[in-house]
C-alpha cells in the first residue's frame, strides 16, 4: 500500500497498517506518538546509504557556477554542522523549533540521535553498529557513484508502484556519470574538511568506497 509518510503513524496507531517502512522522522514518530516497534533500520543493512540529496537545474549550474558554488558550499558547511549538532539542529527543525519539519522536537531529536543496540535489543532492529560505527542519522557530502549506480541497477528489479518500463534501456554506468555532478562537491569538501569526521569516510579515499548490504 503506497501512503504519504505523514499518514503512517496515525494509521498504525488506529489498527489500519500492521507496519510501515519511510524515512526519519515518521519512524521515531511512529516509535514515540503511534506506540510502535522498531523492527530493523535499513542504515543497519545498506551501509552508509544515502537518502537525501541536492538536486539543482542542469541549465543554472552551467549558467551560474559561481552561484552554484556558493550553494555548495553553504550545504556541506550545513551538513558538518548538523553531524556534529544533532540535538541542537532537530531542536531547530521541529514544530518547536522553527518548523521545518511537522514534529515535536522530541520526536526529531529521537530521530537523529537514538541509536544504540541496547535499546533496540528485542527485536535486534540494530546489528552492525559496533562494526559500522554509524548512527541513526548521519550527514556527509559527496555523492558516491557506487551507490548511484546500485541504486539504478536495483530500480529496474523492484516494482513499488507504477510503470517502470522507461527503466529498461538505462545504462547504469551512463546515469552514474550524467545525472550527478561530482565537481562542486568536490571543491567545497577541500575547502572545508571536518566532513572527514563522519563515520564510513576514508579521508585517504574520500571519493569511493564499497557499497556494503548485509541482513
Request: aromatic share 10%; glycine share 6%; net charge negative.
Amino acid at each position: 500500500m503506497i501512503m504519504p509518510p505523514p499518514d503512517m503513524p496515525p494509521a498504525l496507531a488506529s489498527k489500519k497498517i500492521d507496519a510501515f517502512i519511510v524515512a526519519e522522522p515518521f519512524n521515531a514518530a511512529g516509535e514515540l506518538l503511534a506506540g510502535g516497534t522498531m523492527l530493523r533500520f535499513t542504515g543497519d543493512i545498506w551501509k552508509n546509504h544515502p537518502c537525501c540529496v541536492v538536486c539543482m537545474n542542469e541549465n543554472t549550474v552551467a549558467a551560474k557556477p559561481e552561484w552554484t558554488q556558493k550553494v555548495m558550499n553553504a550545504v556541506v558547511k550545513a551538513q558538518i554542522y548538523a553531524q556534529a549538532n544533532k540535538g541542537e539542529v532537530a531542536q531547530m527543525l521541529s514544530k518547536d523549533g522553527k518548523k521545518y519539519l511537522p514534529m515535536p522536537a522530541k520526536v526529531v531529536e529521537r530521530a537523529m540521535t537514538f541509536y544504540s543496540p541496547a535499546d533496540y535489543a528485542d527485536p535486534a532492529a540494530i546489528r552492525h553498529q559496533a562494526e559500522w560505527q554509524n548512527g541513526r542519522i548521519d550527514f556527509q557530502p559527496y555523492p558516491y557513484p557506487s551507490a548511484t549506480k546500485l541504486i539504478v541497477e536495483e530500480m529496474n528489479k523492484t516494482l513499488v508502484g507504477g510503470d517502470k518500463t522507461f527503466l529498461d534501456g538505462l545504462d547504469a554506468d551512463f546515469v552514474t556519470k550524467d545525472l550527478v555532478d561530482y565537481n562542486h562537491v568536490k571543491v567545497a569538501m577541500e575547502q572545508f574538511m571536518d566532513w572527514s569526521k563522519v563515520p564510513g569516510i576514508d579521508p585517504n579515499n574520500p571519493y569511493e568506497r564499497e557499497e556494503v548490504v548485509v541482513l
